[in-house]
């Protein structure tokens, strides 16, 4: 089983819709869980993080967290074209003998459909 | 201005050779990470740091090394026992705690020619 997976898509929606994206992981003591958007070509950019559960909120982006079902998703409200791009789902998986490795899903490629 | 340094943007490496990849940091970050990308696929660590002089593997360290003998500092090699270096390498880095989120470097592009 991976530590992080996502659905790879494409995951297309219209314009003005609310695009959802999930991710599992496989580590229970995992307690940091990040939500990267990288453009093609370029890095990843942080959108959000969250640590407990519940919803967070940021602008037009809502961070999901569910410790019990072990999963995390990202809610994107009046998608618009230019959030066409790869959403990385990131979690930190502390280590014994020291280090927090932060580990990657495979990302999920939307598309914003005029 | 702050933030990672990654240099260069595009390598390329004969068969055969060694390569260091440069990653730099002035945000004062304790841990450090080194990623490789493949296209269409998603981030693969291959080394991280959390302290200066220690460091642990990845997920795919094989073929690779790395040191850290200053805290701003986290330099990659791909060395020849590496078979397949063709990809996009992504530095990071972060607070140690565990907590706090990471930032990428523009990313170095290396192919071997």
């Known amino acids: 089983q991976k530590e992080v997976e996502q659905n790879s898509g494409p995951l297309s929606v219209p314009e003005g819709a609310i695009a959802s994206l999930n991710c599992t992981y496989s580590?229970?003591?995992?307690?940091?869980f990040f939500w990267y958007r990288q453009y093609s070509g370029k890095s990843p950019e942080l959108i959000m993080s969250i640590y407990s559960n519940g919803d967070k909120e940021d602008g037009r982006f809502t961070a999901q967290l569910n410790k019990a079902s072990q999963y995390v998703s990202l809610l994107i409200r009046d998608s618009q074209p230019s959030d066409s791009a790869t959403y990385l789902c990131a979690v930190i998986l502390p280590r014994l003998g020291g280090g927090n490795k932060l580990t990657f899903g495979t990302g999920t490629q939307l598309k914003v459909e005029l | 201005d702050g933030g990672i340094t990654q240099s260069p943007k595009y390598l390329f490496r004969k068969e055969g050779q060694n390569v260091t990849l440069s990653c730099e940091q002035n945000l004062n970050h304790d841990a450090m990470y080194w990623y490789r990308q493949d296209p269409g696929q998603g981030l693969r660590l291959i080394y991280y740091s959390q302290i200066v002089n220690d460091f642990q593997k990845g997920d795919i360290a094989e073929g690779y090394s790395v040191s850290r003998e200053k805290k701003e500092s986290f330099p990659l090699t791909v060395t020849s026992a590496q078979k397949n270096p063709t990809a996009f390498y992504l530095c990071?880095?972060?607070?140690?705690?565990?907590?706090?989120?990471?930032?990428f470097g523009q990313g170095t592009r290396l192919t071997v020619v």
């Open positions: 990071a880095s972060s607070l140690a705690d565990r907590n706090t989120e990471a930032f």
């Open positions: 580590d229970r003591v995992s307690q940091s």
